[in-house]
């Protein structure tokens, strides 16, 4: 017997896929039900309506995109040992954060915080998922601070905002790659981010 959870992860995973194929306009209940084995009245059981599933699965991608690079930062900055360790842990995530590989990340990040503007329960659970993440980095900065491998005068919840804003900023220079340098991009910003929390 399938169990219920299984059934609307499926449901939403199917969602998920279609928004990212083919965009919002892709959901169809009918072929969401049809690819996951499921009878229509199984998705309204779960999601009220078609808006409820789009709602859900942008809301779901959003978070993905943000919890898979911030595990890894914790991991790593609780295995430092001293202020040159945090350094380089800042150095890897952020290349990691700015590689090709993870350009439909911050595309989709865009694309549900472009949903948000016309969604109240989007864009209320974008500030749930910001605050969450945010905070989290801000724990690893609050720690590092305390061990004197930051400056004193860094807020870290601002601090994690703001390098997270800064990223996502990265996108306008994805959307003109023809004309901008990618790889000077990362430079500058990662001499930003160096120079705001190290000084």
């Known amino acids: 017997m399938t169990n219920v959870s299984d059934t609307r992860t499926r449901i939403l995973e199917a969602a998920m896929l279609a928004i990212s194929e083919n965009g919002e306009g892709a959901i169809r209940v009918q072929k969401i039900a049809e690819s996951v084995g499921v009878r229509e009245p199984s998705v309204y059981h779960f999601f009220k309506n078609r808006e409820e599933l789009v ?24 295995l430092a040992d001293n202020a040159e360790d945090f350094r ?5 995530i952020l290349s990691l954060v700015y590689s090709a590989e993870r350009e439909d990340i911050r595309s989709t990040r865009m694309s549900v915080l472009g949903a ?9 659970a974008i500030r749930q998922i910001n605050f969450e993440v945010s ?10 601070q305390e061990k004197n491998w930051i400056r004193k005068e860094v807020d870290p919840l601002a601090a994690a905002y ?26 500058i910003s ?8 190290f000084g």
Request: no cysteine; net charge positive; proline share 2%.
């Open 162 to 187: 703001w390098i997270n804003g800064q990223i996502l900023g990265r996108v306008m220079a994805e959307m003109d790659k023809e004309r901008v340098d990618l790889d000077k991009w990362n430079q």
């Open 88 to 92: 380089r842990i800042v150095k890897k």
């Open 55 to 78: 709602e859900a699965a942008h809301i779901e991608r959003y978070r993905r995109s943000h919890l898979e690079m911030v595990r890894p930062f914790q991991a790593g900055a609780a």
């Open 135 to 144: 905070s989290k980095v801000a724990e690893v900065f609050a720690t590092a």
């Open 116 to 124: 948000a503007q016309t969604s109240p329960k989007i864009a209320e």
């Open 190 to 197: 990662e001499t930003a981010v160096s120079y705001f929390l």
